[in-house]
DNA sequence: GCCCCGATCTTTACACTGTCAAGATTCGGT
DNA sequence: ACCGAATCTTGACAGTGTAAAGATCGGGGC
């Protein structure tokens, strides 16, 4: 708090007169992050413009090179901070704006390949999201180890996992 | 850390006759979470007694079930505080035995199905890992909603997924 | 022109935190 | 009995988040 309002060049109280508290101003980094990570994956799956199935991995690729290129961001994201969003609708609707994009690309990709049931997509979106969310975790943990931290790791390994997933969720 | 020190009944300091600072004492606990985690894996596992592919899932639900339990526990395991496992070679130890049992569950499954490739067989585990990780994450901070944080609810998400995506793996 | 109001910022103060430094206590081994 | 190591304490310091009160300033209505 006090090193944001130094950085602002302000008192340190300034910031207070903008949020309630810390965990106000955190909440309010957080959905500026969601808001990026889902145009991101926007621009992403705009710019490869290929099918579905195509559409929905370089969205979770997109997730994951978020997540690598904006550690910190992304951890303030999913930190315990933010955890309970009922305080903080902005920031829940900014991540579920960003959530509902992959959802989106799992409902094209299912109604593409013919898949009937209707109440299983919301799950497979959510194993989706919960996929590319602990490869996201994991790299920027260091828990694959130091070179998971640089986007192309974690570009390829987003790719090679996803296929698995989509390939599992379409057969039976 | 004074808080901690006060609970055991001692002065505010004694605590760093037993551990460097703050850091080295979470990643203390982090470690011993990840003991922790093995056991209750380990546990699950035998209880089941069914096949490779079985037993797998059963030690990824395990996994899930474990962050909702213990959600400050996990918190702490990935935690920022603990990102850094170059300082704390004992965190960084237990934190692979932990995934060792995941991993090595895979590897019987794949044997087990005829798999020949031996190289992906890391990355089959590494996509398990990425897979539970990411449910457990997302389900205790309350990203698929209040409920989610009942054990039941994370046992039978995690089974669904983990069944895709171990369908997924198997094939092409 | 004057006044008031709301927005914005500052100053001061308080309880609390992690940590350093120096001294006290306890206790097993020689 | 005594030494040294292990363990704990007291006191201090800089830094933190935040509550309370007051300062400054610009614009709109009389």
Redesign the pocket.
């Known amino acids: 708090?006090?090193?944001?309002?130094?950085r602002?060049?302000?008192?340190?109280?300034?910031?207070?007169?903008?949020?309630?508290?810390?965990?106000a101003?955190i909440a309010a980094v957080a959905a500026e992050g969601f808001r990026m990570l889902r145009q991101e994956m926007l621009e992403r799956i705009e710019a490869c413009g290929g099918d579905a199935r195509t559409r929905f991995r370089e969205s979770g690729i997109a997730y994951v090179v978020f997540a690598v290129k904006h550690p910190n961001l992304f951890r303030v994201m999913f930190g315990e901070e933010t955890a309970d969003t009922s305080e903080h609708p902005e920031l829940k609707a900014a991540a579920s704006q960003a959530f509902a994009v992959l959802q989106g690309l799992v409902e094209q990709d299912q109604v593409a390949v013919g898949t009937r049931d209707d109440r299983d997509r919301e799950k497979v979106g959510l194993s989706a999201w919960a996929l590319v969310h602990g490869i996201a975790m994991l790299c920027i943990d260091g828990q694959f180890g130091p070179e998971a931290r640089r986007p192309e790791y974690a570009e390829k390994f987003a790719y090679e996992a996803t296929g698995a997933l989509a390939r599992g969720l379409r057969g039976g």
């Open positions: 708090m006090r090193a944001i309002a130094r602002a060049g302000v008192s340190h109280m300034a910031p207070y007169h903008h949020f309630a508290d810390k965990r101003l």
